[in-house]
Nanobody, 119 residues
């Protein structure tokens, strides 16, 4: 059974930083593409960043230059470093995994972690 467990969310002031982590189990982690999505209240879930099994990264335009996604295949974790946070970044952030394409066909989801940004 696949489990994705996010951590690192919380309350931060605008301009601050947070590092989200996702611990994966029950899958051959190194073979999976991993991603971070977010869903703000009243809005649809959207892709924030993704990293392929080979380490190729993708970022949504709204976080380019402010976020870095990374993975540690020895620890089965994927992280999202978020800097210069804005109030509009406030959302529940979800970790996702896919054996095909995490940007178009996420297979597994974590339970989410809340990020709150105060202005």
């Amino acid at each position: 059974q696949v489990h994705l467990v996010e951590s690192g969310g919380g309350l931060v002031q605008a301009g601050g930083s947070l590092r989200l982590s996702c611990a994966a189990s029950g899958l051959t982690f190194g073979s999976y593409a991993m991603g971070w999505y977010r869903q703000a209240a009243g809005k649809e879930r959207e892709l924030v960043a993704a990293i392929s099994s080979g380490g190729t990264t993708y970022y949504a335009d709204f976080v380019k230059g402010r976020c870095t996604i990374s993975r540690d295949n020895t620890k089965n974790t994927v992280s999202l470093q978020m800097n210069s946070l804005k109030p509009e970044d406030m959302a529940v952030y979800y970790c996702a995994a896919s054996g095909v394409s995490v940007t178009t066909d996420p297979w597994y989801w974590g339970q989410g972690t809340q990020v709150t940004v105060s202005s």
